[in-house]
């Protein structure tokens, strides 16, 4: 009795509402369900209570639950109402608790006839009609919801605003002042003003940085990073992915194609270097090297990071949930999870990438922390050879301008250079030297001390049978039991020697090896060079500025080769059949008198035959077979009176050309075994469990259907075609979701990583399906989504706050007007840069820079240990796509603004207002730097420098106000710099850019202007 009162009172509190609407399963219903019942009476079979479901009308109805038309006799509408604890639904074990409204929704809905509705994500796309005449559809659909609410859309924002915004959103940069003033100008000038905003949005879509900022939205989903997580987060080298995605946003890559040489670019006919380069995608996983690890352990997290990763990225679902049962929420069951997983078996990777046990793969033979994950292939960087052209560029015109200064001394070097090289064509010069060869000592194990062993009076000494012979092709031919240690000294008479050339030869006497005694074991050399002059008895050591050898055994740090073989050369045991050639370039060429010797010790070498010869030149490529050159360069280079600061900055160059390798990189690539893994579903997740059943690959079988027994296996590429098929609703459902959210600060459904049960829905499903829609039939266009999205008066509306609207809209899902949002944390970067004149805007793609970080801050970061160094060079002021991503220890800027650590796929950023921000805008060295560089460049009165500051931070002019305030401010600051000094110079010397002379009080005090404009939160703010 007592709970029909209760019934009956909650019945007519519904009345109002059941007058007022229909309610719907999906908007109204399901999330209340979702959230409080389908744990317990949802889509997992191993987890329901009762037998009873839910969220399936039939199975409700049968069970009595539910009785459409008769709340009364529902048993859910009893288990709600009642003051049973043991019968009370949810249960209070559950902590969770319906709202009294919520109780009220589901006894209407049921009252109404309880009627189910697919949900909507899954449902199939169809394109709705556009409900209103309106020259973009998407105003149609948002204007007809404002409508029904009697509420108008809000007026179009000011030219200023609009340029900024649009700007801001397509190339994550602000306009210039001259390009505002231009569209202001334009746009003020057309009846309509599309004109000027259409040429706007073709101008920056057609921007090399259109694809630099959504490439760091696409990264984001790819969880792309410079390190492997895990452990000891090693180095990865895998940047040309990032070249490949900015690349593909600024080719506008169509969507379908971008998901299939990413998924299997490997796997198609005649893959192009590109393809395989976008295959990394599915190399981005988290990886370990630690040696308790467990392979087989490892291998299936691997596979589970992928199916995570696609099952977000293009299908919005939480598939995590199904890797150790069905999904509590959605009809994804645990067989789907491995099925998806089953797509990558064919993924050649290592469990540990290390070769710690001998069941694990040889080709991880020696393999260290420092060294790459493998497989790997070589190509080209656009990058690295656009810089590889400048910096010889700038070593030309060094050279010229040195030899322009010193005629005499380069004319010199020029006669007597090619008089050598007439009776010298290949440069160099072999002579007989004085041998003297022995068994080399053994060497202690690594770290212990060396000690002194007793002579045994009665065990004869080991005979030492070690000779050395000069042949008559000028090399020396080794016999011996083991290695040895050899001093050769030479007297060539007098000469220059710029460069020293060792080379290894095979023999018949070592069994075509240049190994002692025909082994493969490799040789190692550690050269040491010295030259004596018979008028100074002591040695003078010879430093070697660079060194290299056509075949070597490579040596890594922090995950990149170490250029060059200095001080040790090593070679591989399988290549000990081959000659061998190594040239070892002196840091400062050495002047022989004809009575000068220079001595060559080897100490612990294996060699069985070697030839040395000199030359008086040092070529800009060591190993190059055209004989040498005389122009200015190779002066520098090679000969011996060359001023020290100046052959220091040549060096230098040279240095930072050798970085660029050739224009090469390496980058990690997915490769396809022959044999696949056996994926079976595991149990609750457990890898050491194989008694689930073998699940081949296969798309979620309630998307795709069942698979017929006799089809062939598929493929990766199968898995890229069905993501874009029509035949899966989701993939457009999920990235116009996401591509909302961009323009609009929240998704239409504002749960963008998840499309499932426990998302939300839509606040505008219709217009979110036909924007699927127009994407699809686009031919998955994404520019052309976009310019739909910023043409739209839905966008281009003024974003001012509606107090009006607060209560019946208070998040703005309405959109009754643009909603503001904070730029992510790349671009809050790049935008102070841009302000002060100092982003690296040239160059496009490449490795990642290294911009300043604090002290110690990878103090933590062990196997290897490492320090950061930040960057000396214009790569400091690269743009924020390019910054170090270290999962473990994400830059501080970048974590304080909320970036991911992108240890997983990322598909949203969270938004956070804190202390941290603000200090970091005005004390990180990026910022401190960029404000005084911005000051430097100010010019004019103090009311003329403030109008400029805003221009190029805000797009706009000051307020008066705002004028007034900040002259009032600067006049403070002058005084507070007068007063100390010494502030003063800390204000202007963060960073490395050259202090200007100028004075210091009153850069200072400008700098100190700009750093608060910089730090205004419409500074880093999209109106």
Known sequence: MRFLLVLSFALSLTAEAAQADKLRYNRDIRPILSDNCFACHGPDKNHREADLRLDVREAAIEMKAILPGNPEASEVVSRLFTHDEDDLMPPAEFKKVLTAEQKKLITEWIKQGAEYEPHWAYTPLVKPPVPLKKHNPIDAFIQAELAGKKITPSQRADAHTIIRRISLDLTGLPPRPAETAAFVTEFNSNRTSSVAVNNLINRLLKSPHFGERWAVWWLDVARFSDTVGFHGDQNQRIFPYRDYVIHAFNANKRFDQFTLEQIAGDLLPNATVEQQVASGFNRLNMMTREGGAQAQEYLIKYQADRVRTVGGAWLGATLGCCECHDHKFDPYKASDFYSMSAFFADVKQFGVYSQYRKSESDELKGFTNDFPFPPEILVDSPYLKKRLQKIQSEMQSTATAAAKAQQAAFSDWQKTTQSYLKSQPTGWIATKPKITTALAPPIPPKGAKPKAKPVDPKKPLPVDESKASYTSDGSILFTAKAAQSTTLTFTPGAMTVAAIQIELLPTPQHKDSLELNGSSLGVTVTPDFSIQSPTDPKNIKLKVAHA?????????????????????????????KLRHRSIWQLETPAALTAQSSLTIKLPNHNAGSLRISFSPIATLEPLAQTPPATDAKHWLTSAVNIDKALRES?????????????????????????????????????????????????????LAGPKAPTAPRQTRIDLAKWLTSPENPLTARAFMNRLWKQFFGNGLSAATDDLGAQGETPSHPELLDWLACEFRDSGWDIQHMMTLIVTSQTYLQDSKSRPELKDVDPNNRLLAFQTPRRLDAEFVRDNALFA???????????????????????????FPNRDYVFDLDDQQWRRGVYMHWQRTFLHPMLANFDAPARDESACTRSVSNTPQQALTLLNDPTFVEAARSFAESLHGSDEEKISVIFQRTLSRQPKPSEKQSLLSFLSTQRAVFKATPEDAQKAITAGIRPVPKADPIEL??????????????????RY
């Open 836 to 862: 002060a004149g100092i982003l690296n805007l040239d160059d496009i793609g490449g490795p990642s820079a290294k911009p300043y970080q604090p002290a110690n801050y990878y103090e933590n970061l062990q």
């Open 1004 to 1021: 200072a005090a400008w700098t100190s202007v700009c750093r608060v404009a910089l730090n205004l939160h419409e500074s880093i703010t």
């Open 650 to 702: 040549f060096s230098k160059l040279q240095i930072e050309s050798r970085k660029c390798l050739n224009g090469k990189a390496w980058t990690q690539i997915t490769v396809a075994v022959k044999e696949p893994m056996v994926i079976r579903r595991l149990p609750r997740g457990n890898w050491m469990d194989e008694t689930g059943e073998i699940c081949p690959p296969a798309p979620p079988e309630f």
């Open 548 to 576: 290299a050898a056509d075949h070597y055994e490579p040596r890594y740090s922090s995950g990149a080769e170490v250029i060059g073989i200095q001080p040790t050369w090593k070679t591989r045991g399988i290549e000990a």
